[in-house]
């Protein structure tokens, strides 16, 4: 598993204060991964309509290397 998909793992336990445990939260884990592929995948995109299609493949590339994602 790529080290940034368990920072992010890591990062979606909440403490029970009441339980005095900790509990997986998925939809944390779901906001985390989107915030980091919206942050990916938007450097500085200036194109044309023309350039959306080479846009949105490199997107899709820079999401997947960054997560360690093999096709």
Request: aromatic fraction near 12%; charged fraction near 35%; proline fraction near 3%.
């Amino acid at each position: 598993m790529n080290e940034r998909i368990k920072e992010l793992v890591e990062k979606s336990y909440i403490y029970d204060k009441q339980n005095d445990s900790s509990f997986f939260n998925k939809e944390k884990f779901a906001e985390l991964i989107v915030r980091e592929c919206m942050e990916v995948a938007s450097p500085n995109y200036m194109g044309t309509p023309e350039d959306s299609v080479y846009y949105v493949e490199q997107a899709i590339d820079r999401i997947a290397e960054h997560f360690g994602v093999e096709e």
